[in-house]
């Protein structure tokens, strides 16, 4: 550029020279060279451009471009697979199907659950999971969802019945969603969960529930039969006596009476004799009849007994808790005894701290030697100091509605394991239920 306009004014006074001073043709050498030096610069400026423009653009060698190609590939493979791995890992199974209804995407837990491997049912249609009617009925609720937009179980969740590849019908716990891609795709995703084990799980709490209820009323009923047995064995006795009086009475009087009365008077003392044997076995029976006692886990049975009779307790913000020993060795008793009886205290317990301000329930095994023993403890209003000494009476009751014969037959099955039940004061404020059971129990007594 320098060049140029040296060799601009050069030419400039040149031409000045030549044509005497005039001017004219100087200034017009100047324009071109002004004119010159623009066109110079601008050019200048647009090969710079592109210098930087091809510094800054990817390599056009040969191969190059089916790399910048391969770069994303394998960068939605890498995602991909990362994706598959995902869905794998989870607990649940996860199927995804097409509008249609058939299986795009059936994961590991999928597989375990239902029996299938993934290549035996991609593409298939999701119905070959489900047992009859749904089966049948299944394409036509997708059908209807694309023609109406009514979703019936779509966002949310709910208990249905799936068959496995041997057929074998369970029930899942079923949610569906509904996937919609970017580039205008869609389907569906569930995600299902066994619960055949929670069925079994409930059924055998149904199942003990009602085995405690019947051992419940067989003991409530040989406790009111030992009750009865006692109490009538007087009336009868007094009977007898009093027959036997008369009988003599007459026999002695020689008056003129007729020859029956005697003789029926010996047949009411036989029938009421035979009467009293027959409640004096009963009542041998129900005490001192012999027991099956098998070594237990005290710790397991105190579990599955408070679950049971706490059922509901979270309802009315009763905080259970459990403090148990865990060096506790097996103890021989009868087991649906001592459950009952655990039954009963944490259900007069719960029962305690419905209307309580403060609503703790612990329940605490730990072993005390030669015993092992099982307090039930709870922050409720207590016991009346009337009541609390005739307690373990039958038919004494603190309840409105309550038979009075619970904690009387809770006492007699912990006296015939050769331990203890009674109750005391909670120094927090409550009350609180023991009873003890030897390591090494004594003969059963009833």
Known sequence: MAAIAVTGLILSYVAYRETSGNWRWPMLGLGLTVMLLAAFAWLQRQMTMVARQNAAAPSREPGSEIAG???PEAGEQQAAERFRALIDSAHDAIIAIT??????VFNRAAERIFGYRAVEVTGQ???????QPYRREHDG?????????????????REVQAQHKNGTVFPIDLSIGEMRGPNGSSGFIGVIR???????TERRVRDLTAELVHISRLSAMGQLSSSLAHELNQPLTAIMNYAEAARQMMETAGSDVPPQVPEFIAKAVGQAERAGQIIRRLRSFVEKGPVERNPEDLNRLVIEASNLATIGARIDAIQVRFDLDDDLAPVKIDKIQIQQVVVNLVRNAVEALRDAERRDLTIRTRDDGDYQEVEVVDSGPGIDPEIAAKLFKPFVTSKKDGMGIG???????????????WTEANPEGGTIFRFRLPVTPEAPTS
């Open 141 to 157: 609720y997708l059908n209807n969802y694309r023609s109406t937009g009514k979703a019936k179980i779509i966002g949310t969740g």
């Open 69 to 71: 190609r391969k770069q």
């Open 125 to 131: 249609n999701v119905n070959i999971l489900m047992p």
């Open 194 to 200: 066994d619960i055949t084990e929670r069925h079994q």
């Open 99 to 104: 509008p249609e209804g058939r299986i795009e």
């Open 407 to 421: 904690l009387s037959i809770c006492q007699s099955i912990i006296d015939s394991h050769g331990g203890r039940l």
